[in-house]
């Protein structure tokens, strides 16, 4: 299970490197063709919105990975082992029923997206919009996994406080709280 969750998140992050970078060139590309030429590709505007869609969904579950999405930590970190615990769980949970929602909201436009093409390419929508069903099962089984680690009790104190900040790595967790 470690191999293959390691090779999905090689591809997604592969396939975030690519798609920033046709991303970039599209657009750079139609900057120098309507400034330049007077002219430009109609597609690269459509496709770039699309792999936008597709970074930022990818991002999100790379980044869940990471631990490193923005969040507020300044009441959790003054709870007790079990109030970590409880709010750990909690979010969890809350994260778990955005995912099912996601999934749901996904299924139940997969009809019309299937059927629905773009304007300039006519592509399908489902392949734009397919996205939510990846992100939804992928960070739902991330945040699975940690329910299920917390319940087992494979969590030491500092790994309940899901968020990384950056002052954290620059001032370092013991002068943090001092004036």
């Known amino acids: 299970?470690?191999?293959?969750?390691h090779l999905f998140f090689k591809v997604a992050e592969f396939t975030l490197v690519?798609?920033?970078?046709?991303?970039?060139i599209m657009v750079f590309g139609n900057v120098v063709l309507r400034y330049g030429f007077?002219?430009?590709?109609?597609?690269?505007?459509?496709?770039?919105?699309?792999?936008?869609?597709?970074?930022?969904?990818l991002g999100a579950i790379v980044t869940l990975r990471d631990n490193a999405?923005?969040?507020?930590?300044?009441?959790v970190r003054h709870l007790s082992l079990r109030g970590k615990k409880?709010?750990?769980?909690?979010?969890?949970?809350?994260?778990?029923?955005c995912c099912t929602l996601m999934l749901y909201g996904t299924y139940k436009q997969h009809g019309i997206n299937a059927s629905t093409r773009s304007a300039v390419?006519?592509?399908?929508?489902?392949?734009?919009?397919?996205i939510g069903y990846?992100?939804?099962i992928a960070m739902g089984l991330m945040i699975l996994g940690k329910l299920i680690d917390l319940a087992c009790g494979r969590f030491r104190e500092s790994d309940l406080i899901q968020i990384k900040d950056s002052e954290e790595t620059a001032v370092g967790p013991a002068t943090r709280d001092k004036p």
Do not use: C
């Open 1 to 5: 299970m470690q191999k293959i969750s």
């Open 18 to 24: 690519i798609m920033l970078s046709l991303m970039v």
């Open 38 to 57: 007077n002219d430009g590709l109609i597609a690269s505007e459509e496709l770039s919105r699309f792999f936008f869609i597709w970074i930022t969904f």
């Open 69 to 75: 999405h923005l969040g507020l930590d300044s009441l």
């Open 86 to 97: 409880i709010a750990f769980g909690l979010s969890n949970l809350l994260m778990l029923g």
């Open 121 to 130: 390419t006519e592509i399908p929508m489902i392949w734009v919009y397919g």
């Open 134 to 136: 990846i992100t939804s």
